[in-house]
């Protein structure tokens, strides 16, 4: 079965220092990997994805995430925070059956 | 991007009565769409599956007699909560995916229900 582990609950950041949110998974096959983010009594927004090809995906506002088939992991980062960014980070991993598993979330807050 | 549209944001019904949350993928049709449930803090639970013109598969403990959903088109999909209670209040929200398997879904803004 696929999951998803999100290690932090919170995530806190001061602007303009840089952010990592962290990701692992574990899949039976090859992995489709999704960062999305979700700001307050709204939907999820897509941010980027690993499908295959370079471990380093560039995705919206200047997130970044790196796939470490190694480590299992998918950590999502930005070089300079800012305060806008803070929200709630879902990371997914999609399985056969075309859903998607999603992580706990990791609240990231950044601090002016 | 694409987009998916889901209506009302915000609903407050009565203990009893039915509420009915649509679900549209404006430009692009989606043969599969994906409704989640949200506590408070907590991540997204899929209920279930829709799929266009089939009846729709549901997630072990989602009740398919109290959480109906009909995908009659496709770029429309519903949930209707019937007979509601206050434990059903929550986040809904849909999503659907425009392309193969290695694409992403484009997810609705939500719905905040409340049951009084």
């Known amino acids: 079965a696929q999951s998803v582990a999100q290690p932090e609950d919170q995530v806190n950041v001061a602007e303009g220092n840089p952010l990592t949110v962290k990701c692992t998974y574990s899949?039976?096959?090859?992995?489709?990997l999704f960062w999305y983010v979700q700001y307050p009594n709204r939907g999820l927004q897509f941010l980027l994805k690993?499908?295959?090809?370079?471990?380093l995906v560039k995705g919206s506002y200047g997130f970044e995430a790196e796939f470490n088939k190694s480590q299992t992991s998918f950590h999502l980062k930005k070089p300079s925070a800012l305060v806008s960014d803070s929200a709630l980070y879902f990371c997914?991993?999609?399985?056969?059956?075309?859903?998607?598993?999603f992580g706990p979330g990791t609240r990231l807050s950044v601090l002016p | 991007g694409a987009v998916v549209s889901q209506h009302p944001s915000r609903v407050i019904c009565k203990s009893g009565t039915s509420v009915k949350i649509e679900c549209r993928s404006l430009?692009?049709?989606?043969?599969?769409m994906f409704w989640y449930r949200q506590f408070p803090k907590k991540s997204l639970m899929l209920m279930a599956t829709?799929?266009?013109?089939?009846?729709?598969?549901?997630e072990q403990g989602v009740e398919k007699d109290k959480f109906l959903i009909n995908h009659a088109s496709l770029t429309l999909s519903t949930l209707t909560v019937t007979s509601a209670h206050p434990e059903d209040s929550s986040f809904y929200i849909c999503?659907?995916?425009?392309?193969?398997?290695?694409?992403?879904?484009?997810f609705g803004q939500g719905t905040r229900l409340t049951v009084v």
């Open positions: 690993y499908i295959t090809g370079d471990n």
């Open positions: 430009d692009f049709q989606a043969t599969t």
């Open positions: 899949v039976s096959g090859n992995p489709y």
């Open positions: 999503s659907a995916r425009s392309g193969p398997l290695n694409t992403e879904a484009f």
């Open positions: 997914a991993v999609r399985d056969y059956g075309q859903n998607f598993v």
């Open positions: 829709s799929n266009e013109g089939s009846k729709a598969t549901y």
